[in-house]
């Protein structure tokens, strides 16, 4: 999309007991903070590449999939609004970032977003993301006692400021087994678990606001996070990416290369219905 592409949202709904968030795949950005920005190619740097073609089966299977084409640049959907940290103590981003996960700066000097600006960004962008979430699942609620939040997510294998060494392939988050009941978190561990792939529960990653947010497990809510490490369904370069490197960054989306990592997170969405269908069955 580009630049003057209007800066939209888009749910498809389904009829099965699962939503499927996309919060970071969008790419646009506003016209009138182009010119404030450093660049606008670091501006997407961070944009969960591809993510949306990844998933591309969910509506097939019947699932609700909530995306919004607006740059995590712009606000970040997944992230407190009060401005809380999601993880005290350790580096991370803002809800309006200015500065990529590297550090590096998205505005020019002096040019950062302010209070009135981010109130009116949040007015724009995050509350009505929120608003179709909520619409969606109390739509799926009143046909099912139970239904899953899925918050679709990647990042880069290696990026220092924010953890050690290479991130494993998977990494599930839960609010360390808040957000959903334990018995989805152990079918989605166990599909991950047949591919051979490292992968980790409430490590680095525990879920975002999406997650700690929607996820009400005694109201039949259950939310989920699965963060990617991006080798897994793209040719992810070694070595650090620079703005000096655009030419490397983001790379192609190859359905080849990304057939296996399809394939595993397909099963983990259809374990994600059948835990809803069996306790539905169960109740």
Same mark, same amino acid.
């Given at each position: 999309?580009? =630049? ?6 888009? /749910? ?20 009138? &903070? ?5 660049? #606008? ?23 609700? %999939? ?6 995590? !640049? ?25 500065? !990529? ?21 949040? @007015? ?24 899953? %939040? ?7 294998? %290696? ?12 990494? &599930?988050? !839960? #609010? ?6 334990? *018995? ?6 166990? =599909?991950?678990? !047949? ?22 497990? /005694? ?21 650090? %990416?620079?703005?000096?490197? =655009? ?16 394939? @595993?997170? *397909? ?17």
């Amino acid at each position: 999309m580009s =630049e003057g592409s209007p800066l939209r949202l888009d /749910a498809v709904p389904g009829a099965e007991p699962l939503v499927v968030s996309m919060p970071h795949t969008g790419v646009d950005l506003p016209e009138e &903070i182009l010119p404030r920005l450093t660049s #606008d190619w670091l501006a997407r740097k961070d944009t969960d590449w591809h993510i949306e073609h990844l998933y591309d089966f969910a509506t097939a299977l019947g699932a609700t %999939v909530i995306r919004t084409s607006v740059s995590r !640049t712009v606000i970040d959907v997944n992230r407190d609004p009060t401005g809380e940290s999601l993880y005290p103590g350790l580096a991370t981003t803002e809800l309006c970032p200015t500065t !990529t996960f590297d550090g590096e700066p998205l505005y020019r000097p002096g040019c950062e977003p302010r209070s009135q600006e981010i109130a009116s960004r949040r @007015a724009k962008w995050f509350d009505p993301y929120h608003a179709c979430l909520s619409q969606e699942i109390a739509r799926l609620r009143r046909s099912y006692e139970h239904v899953v %939040v899925y918050d679709c997510h990647s990042i880069r294998s %290696v990026i220092s400021r924010l953890f050690d060494g290479d991130l494993p392939a998977f990494n &599930i988050g !839960t #609010d360390s087994g808040r957000s959903c009941d334990p *018995r989805l978190t152990a079918a989605v561990e166990g =599909e991950v678990s !047949t591919t051979g792939l490292s992968r980790v529960t409430n490590g680095r990653f525990r879920g975002g606001y999406i997650t700690r947010h929607h996820g009400r497990p /005694a109201e039949g809510v259950h939310a989920i996070q699965m963060e990617l490490a991006i080798r897994g369904y793209l040719r992810e370069p070694i070595g650090p %990416v620079g703005a000096v490197k =655009e030419t490397n960054w983001p790379p192609a989306y190859d359905p080849e290369f990304a057939g296996p990592m399809k394939t @595993a997170v *397909r099963r983990v969405l259809e374990a994600c219905l059948h835990f809803a269908h069996s306790l539905r069955t169960a109740s």
